[in-house]
C-alpha cells in the first residue's frame, strides 16, 4: 500500500517568468484552481494518506492555500455564498496529513527528494512532479501496476525522437503494451542515441531503497544530484517498469503545455466547454 506522497515544489519556475517572479509556479491557475490543487487531488484520490511538500523560499502561499482561511470562510458565509465556501474547504485534508520540509538549497530533484527521507521512512511511496499535471488517475493506475509487480513503477509517455533530449528516457525491455520493462535509464540523451522515445513524466512509485543512493550524493547531469542515477542503480535489484497510464499529461512548466491543460480542463467542463469552443474559433 502506498500512502505517502512527496512533492518537490522548491523550484523557481524560472521557465514561466516573469509571472513567477512573486507567485510560486505551483500555484498558477489552471482554470479557477492552482496546478498544485490537481496534484494532490490526484494523490488523495489514489489513496495517498500523507502529503509531504518539499519547500523553499517564497513558497508560503502554498502553505496558505491549503490551510483555512477564516476571514474568507466567514465574508462567505455572512453573504451566503455557500458554493463558493465549498469550493475553498471540501477539499482540505485533514489536521495533520501534510507536512512541509525545507530544501535549502537548490542542487536537484534528486536532493529534493532526499530532504523527505525522515517523514517518509522505511516504505514505498509516490513521488509527484506539479508540473506534469494529468488527467485519468494517473497514480490511481500507479499504485495499481505497484501492487502488481512489487517494485519501483514510473509514468511514461512517448514522445517524438527529436524531443527525448529534453527527459529522462526509458532503456526499455518486454513490453505489453501497458508495462515496459526497464534495463536502463538515461537522462537527457543526446536524441541520436537516445534507447527508445519513452519518456519519463512526474510520477514515480519508488522503493525507500532509493534514499541509500540518493544519500551519496553524487551529482549527475547539469551537476545536480538526479532522481534518475539513483532510481537506474536500483535496476536489477528490484522490479522495475514503465507504465503507459490510461489519460493525459501536460507539461505546465512551459508556456505552451500549461496552456494546453487550461484548454483541457475548460473544455472537459459542462459550465465552460460550449463557451471555450466557440472562443477558440475565432482565433482560428
Excluded at 502529503?51 to 465574508?75: C, M, N, P, Q
Excluded at 527527459?167 to 503494451?177: M, R, S
Amino acid at each position: 500500500m502506498i500512502r505517502k506522497a512527496v512533492f518537490p515544489v522548491a523550484g523557481l519556475g524560472t521557465r514561466m517568468l516573469p509571472a513567477t517572479k512573486a507567485i510560486p509556479k505551483e500555484m498558477l491557475p489552471v482554470v479557477d484552481k492552482p496546478i498544485i490543487q490537481y496534484a494532490f487531488e490526484e494523490a488523495r484520490d489514489a489513496g495517498i494518506e500523507q502529503f509531504i511538500f518539499v519547500t523553499g523560499r517564497g513558497k508560503s502561499a502554498i502553505e496558505d492555500h491549503f490551510d483555512r482561511a477564516y476571514e474568507l470562510d466567514d465574508a462567505l458565509v455572512k453573504k451566503g455564498k455557500m458554493a463558493e465556501l465549498e469550493s475553498v474547504t471540501s477539499w482540505l485534508p485533514e489536521p495533520g496529513d501534510l507536512s512541509y520540509v525545507r530544501q535549502p538549497e537548490p542542487l536537484g530533484l534528486g536532493h529534493a527528494v532526499w530532504c523527505a527521507r525522515h517523514l517518509v521512512g522505511d516504505e514505498p511511496f509516490a513521488v509527484m512532479l506539479v508540473d506534469d499535471m494529468t488527467q485519468g488517475g494517473c497514480l490511481r493506475q500507479m499504485v495499481e501496476a505497484h501492487r502488481e509487480t512489487g517494485g519501483n513503477v514510473v509514468a511514461v509517455e512517448e514522445v517524438p525522437h527529436e524531443d527525448t533530449g529534453r527527459y529522462g528516457v526509458l532503456d526499455p525491455t518486454q513490453d505489453d503494451g501497458r508495462l515496459v520493462g526497464v534495463k536502463g535509464l538515461v537522462e537527457k540523451p543526446d536524441p541520436a542515441k537516445a534507447p527508445s522515445r519513452l519518456r519519463v513524466i512526474g510520477r514515480y512509485v519508488l522503493l525507500p531503497e532509493v534514499f541509500e543512493h540518493l544519500g551519496r550524493h553524487q551529482t549527475g547531469a547539469g551537476g545536480e544530484i538526479q532522481l534518475t542515477d539513483a532510481m537506474e542503480r536500483m535496476i536489477g535489484r528490484h522490479p522495475f517498469h514503465g507504465l503507459r497510464f490510461t489519460g493525459q499529461c501536460f507539461d505546465c512548466g512551459t508556456r505552451l503545455g500549461y496552456l494546453e491543460a487550461i484548454v483541457a480542463c475548460a473544455t472537459a467542463r459542462d459550465d465552460l466547454a460550449s463557451g471555450m469552443r466557440s472562443i477558440l474559433e475565432r482565433y482560428q
